[in-house]
């Protein structure tokens, strides 16, 4: 049985870029829609509550973006050294950073809950929320807080299965998930009235039935990962090198957070209407990127183990051909939405005053989207060779970099829509660095970027 997982594994660094792509990123897609899907769904249902509800959902989306972005940061540090440390047979490093990164999971989400109920007011304030939607907001997170240890254990368990060469558990995980989350949210919200309460505990019971399926996959040993008590024992050294290729994933998240909170801030002067439109642009934005999400997913084990393995060209052709894809993806959903932008929003809540101001401001934002999945994906090269700075910087670089001093600044001259176009102005400067940067990564290597060559540096296992 161990020999034939190893030989899936194996597989990552012998079977064509084409197929491995196919077979890791389109259950990873999927499982990025689906997880895209939680926030969507709560949303389209909350819309029957009234913008006000809409708005309220907006600020609390930050909150829950931190801690998503704390738990898949550790998830993608965990999952890059699995990787690579199964690429380089180093089988008991693997083991031992799926042990300690369940452990880290347990305690983040302890450590959530009791921040979030001795601050949760302040928190809501500081990230925007207006004397309007205050209380609903409270309603909506008070109630994630608590389940904080099972949203943990999903983003960390989807990274550390997936990282062993099976990408159809989490994905089964995530639709089941998603399943139950959709059956739920008009039960409680409506046939309960617990109003936005029900939405967010809709949201936490599919977590809990996400969290089950994949931990009987891990605590049965059915893959590669022979996870055992001595695993859980602190080991610095495996924690440090989780964080070390985690942490730009990590702090590229809390700065888009940030990002999104010095805009609710900015939003609320102009009234909860606009805060409520960003969260609708915010949320289709999530749809459109989730391909493009799923594609550097599915990378991070095939570039981890080529590159532990020493197979270059390998890392260029499948960083080539998810790159194209995950452009394809989102230039169609930026058309999409640019064509018919009142339509999209309606799905969420037809009030006339949001569909004026959402309409003008989704056609502002959508126009460098076809730019977007190329610099996701590109980032996502770093992040799996665990090149920790470059990573670093490009995790920072469009939203707290780029973004966060033009949302500040161009209101000034453009009033609402300046705010509107920090978007794509972020997204054009973001992506003419990253792809200066890879370019440069590649000439390091010896890989051509645009042109494939005969000569590639010496694999690391030649002598």
């Keep these: 049985m161990e020999k034939t997982e190893r030989n899936e594994a194996v597989r990552l660094g012998e079977e064509s870029i ?15 829609a689906v997880n895209a899907s939680y926030n969507i769904i709560d949303t389209i249902f909350v819309g029957g509550l009234g913008s006000d509800a809409i708005a309220a959902l907006s600020i609390a989306l930050p909150m829950q973006m931190v801690m998503g972005a704390i738990g898949i940061g550790t998830g993608v540090g965990a999952a890059s050294l699995i990787s690579r440390s199964l690429g380089a047979k180093k089988d008991e490093d693997a083991n031992t950073a799926g042990g300690q990164v369940l452990v880290v999971a347990l305690f983040l989400g302890l450590l959530s809950t009791l921040i979030g109920r001795l601050y949760l007011d302040e928190m809501l304030v500081f990230f925007g929320a207006t004397e309007e939607i ?19 254990l999903m983003w960390v368990m989807n990274n550390i299965i997936r ?21 739920l949210d008009p039960v409680l919200i409506y046939n309960f009235n617990m109003g936005v309460g029900g939405a967010a505990l809709a949201t936490v019971i599919a977590k809990v039935v996400g969290v089950a399926i994949e931990l009987q996959y891990l605590l049965r040993k059915k893959g590669i990962l022979r996870i055992s008590l001595k695993h859980f024992t602190p080991s610095f050294r495996i924690i440090k090198e989780i964080y070390r290729v985690g942490l730009p994933s990590m702090l590229m ?17 102009y009234g909860y209407v606009p805060i409520a439109v960003r969260g609708l642009t915010q949320r289709l934005q999530m749809f459109a990127i989730m391909p493009a999400r799923g594609i550097s997913q599915g990378l991070v084990p095939i570039i981890g183990y080529n590159f532990g393995a020493g197979k270059y060209d390998r890392i260029r052709e499948a960083m080539l051909k998810a790159c194209a894809v995950g452009a394809c993806f989102t230039t169609i959903a930026g058309i999409s939405y640019f064509v018919a932008p009142r339509f999209f929003l309606s799905i969420f809540n037809s009030d006339p005053e949001l569909l004026a101001i959402g309409a003008k401001a989704v056609r502002i934002v959508v126009v460098m989207y076809p730019l977007m999945g190329i610099q996701a994906i590109s980032t996502t090269f770093f992040q799996a060779t665990g090149n ?32 509107w176009l920090a978007a794509p102005v972020s997204d054009l400067l973001a992506f003419s660095i990253t792809v200066f940067m890879v370019g440069r990564e590649f000439k390091k290597y010896g890989i051509p970027l645009f042109k494939k060559t005969e000569s590639l540096l010496p694999q690391h296992d030649e002598q």
């Design 163 to 183: 990282a062993q060469g099976n990408a159809i558990i989490p994905m089964i995980a995530m639709i089941a998930s998603a399943v139950t989350n959709i059956i």
């Design 134 to 152: 205050i209380d609903l907001a409270q309603s909506y997170m008070v109630v994630i807080i608590d389940g904080a240890v099972m949203l943990y």
């Design 388 to 419: 920790g700075v470059p990573a670093l910087f490009l995790s920072l670089l469009r939203r707290l970099i780029l973004y966060m001093p033009l949302v500040l600044l161009l209101p000034s001259i453009f009033d609402l829509n300046g705010i």
């Design 18 to 32: 084409g197929k491995l792509l196919w077979r890791f990123s389109l259950p990873a897609t999927i499982a990025s």
């Design 253 to 269: 998240h809390i700065a888009n957070d940030t990002s999104i909170i010095v805009a609710n801030r900015v939003l609320g002067t």
